[in-house]
Antibody, heavy 120, light 107 residues
Framework: EVQLVESGGGLVKPGGSLRLSCAASGFTFSSYSMNWVRQAPGKGLEWVSSIVGTSVYTYYADSVKGRFTISRDNAKNSLFLQMNSLRAEDTAVYYC?????????????WGQGTLVTVSS | AIQLTQTPSSLSASVGDRVTITCRASQVISSALAWYQQKPGKAPNLLIYAASTVQSGVPSRFSGSGSGTDFTLTISSLQPDDFATYYCQQFNSYPLTFGGGTKVEIK
């Protein structure tokens, strides 16, 4: 059974940093691209970042480029999101999600999400 | 970035109704579109990908169609479990983008 479990969320002050983690199980982690998608309170879904299985390619939304860094550790079946220079508008539930395939770049399995609150 | 416009943003329907949600892309995306269902407090659930391929385990009352710029998600006979918010998402190119969502409520 595919499982994705996020952790690392919490309350942080504007300008602060946070590192999210996602523990994956139930599939060959290194074979799949992975994503972070967020959802601000009461709002819609916003794609944040993606990383291919080999980590060779990473992609970012303009809203987080230069501030967030996606990475993965295939040996530990883990995905990460380092978030720096956090802003109030980064407040959201952050979901870790697996991509169906290299051709169909749509998330099929999602974690339960971790809440990040940026507030003074 | 490719923009996705979903219509309507909300709708009220009764159990048994046929429901259609539209997603329009700001440029041609071939069939690179997915549909998700999300219930309050839960993660999204993939329903359809590649515009019309139904994800394993999804009830047959859900179907998707379209290509190019215009897409539809159809629920043939609305069930109580289907009241939720629905999102489209394009994967033709980065940045990946989602539509604004359609909330399906009980009439």
């Amino acid at each position: 059974e595919v499982q994705l479990v996020e952790s690392g969320g919490g309350l942080v002050k504007p300008g602060g940093s946070l590192r999210l983690s996602c523990a994956a199980s139930g599939f060959t982690f290194s074979s799949y691209s992975m994503n972070w998608v967020r959802q601000a309170p009461g709002k819609g879904l916003e794609w944040v970042s993606s990383i291919v299985g080999t980590s060779v390619y990473t992609y970012y939304a303009d809203s987080v480029k230069g501030r967030f860094t996606i990475s993965r550790d295939n040996a530990k079946n883990s995905l990460f999101l380092q978030m720096n220079s956090l802003r109030a508008e980064d407040t959201a539930v952050y979901y870790c999600a697996r991509t169906i395939s290299t051709i169909v770049v749509a998330p099929d399995y999602w974690g339960q999400g971790t809440l990040v609150t940026v507030s003074s | 970035a490719i923009q996705l416009t979903q219509t309507p943003s909300s709708l009220s329907a009764s159990v048994g109704d046929r429901v259609t949600i539209t997603c329009r892309a700001s440029q041609v995306i071939s069939s690179a579109l997915a549909w998700y269902q999300q219930k309050p407090g839960k993660a999204p659930n993939l329903l359809i990908y590649a515009a019309s391929t139904v994800q394993s385990g999804v009830p047959s009352r859900f179907s998707g169609s379209g290509s190019g710029t215009d897409f539809t998600l159809t629920i043939s006979s609305l069930q109580p479990d289907d009241f939720a918010t629905y999102y489209c998402q394009q994967f033709n190119s980065y940045p990946l983008t989602f539509g604004g969502g359609t909330k399906v409520e009980i009439k």
